[in-house]
């Protein structure tokens, strides 16, 4: 089981819909969750942190489940410019007091005007 | 402030060749990751450094590749004899973190532009 899952899409979602992506992850004792967003043919940048208690940036939502490892994120209200690959990311402790941030292979977004 | 760099942002190389990728990571941060991307796939792990402990090299797919971080601070990535499938997109991010409990937004990668290897 890969460490970190994300259905690849494509998501093609109409201007102002929301859109929603879960990612599932494995370890269990993983304690930093991220949503990064990669633009085509760019480098991936940090779009949010996730935290237990959930998060909104905006219009955007994130939320956390360690019963079931999985973390989602909610776009509401989506723009033309939300069009990107999201990227989940979740740590993996390696012992020793250290960490591995470790990418899902991303979930395509394409919003249509 | 200056972020992560990397160079060459592009290189093109024949079969066979050695070819050496730097990165400049931003100052002080302790964590340094090496990535592969394929077109159109996700983020492969390479290789990573935590400060002055042994690097994490479970992510290199053959003893082809090989990545030093000297003085933690500059790394660069080396690709023995390439191959047609090396192709790809290799990116360098940096971090903060250092050790577990830090703030999460201590973890946050900065990455560089990437160099975009193309092997003939």
């Known amino acids: 089981r890969k460490e970190v899952e994300q259905d690849p899409g494509p998501f093609n979602v109409p201007e102002g819909a929301t859109v929603a992506f879960n990612c599932t992850y494995s370890n269990s004792a993983s304690q930093s969750f991220f949503w990064y967003r990669q633009d085509c043919r760019k480098e991936p940048k940090l779009l949010m942190s996730v935290y237990s208690s959930g998060n909104e940036d905006g219009r955007f939502t994130a939320q956390l489940n360690r019963a079931s490892q999985y973390i989602s994120l909610l776009i509401r209200d989506s723009k033309l410019s939300d069009s990107a690959t999201y990227l989940c990311?979740?740590?993996?402790?390696?012992?020793?007091?250290?960490?591995?941030?470790?990418f899902g292979t991303g979930t395509r977004l394409t919003i249509i005007p | 402030g200056a972020g992560v760099s990397q160079s060459p942002s592009n290189k093109v190389t024949e079969k066979g060749k050695d070819v050496e990728l730097r990165c400049d990571p931003i100052s002080g941060h302790t964590a340094l990751y090496w990535y592969r991307q394929s077109l159109g796939q996700g983020l492969e792990f390479l290789i990573y450094f935590q400060g002055n402990s042994a690097p994490d090299k479970s992510g290199l797919p053959s003893d082809r590749f090989s990545a030093e971080r000297t003085g933690g601070s500059v790394s660069t990535l080396t690709i023995q004899r390439t191959q047609q499938e090396d192709s790809a997109v290799y990116l360098c991010a940096s971090s903060l973190k250092g050790r577990v409990g830090l703030a999460p937004r201590l973890e946050t990668q900065y990455f560089g532009p990437g160099t975009r290897l193309l092997v003939l």
């Open positions: 990311v979740v740590n993996a402790p390696l012992g020793f007091g250290n960490e591995k941030l470790t």
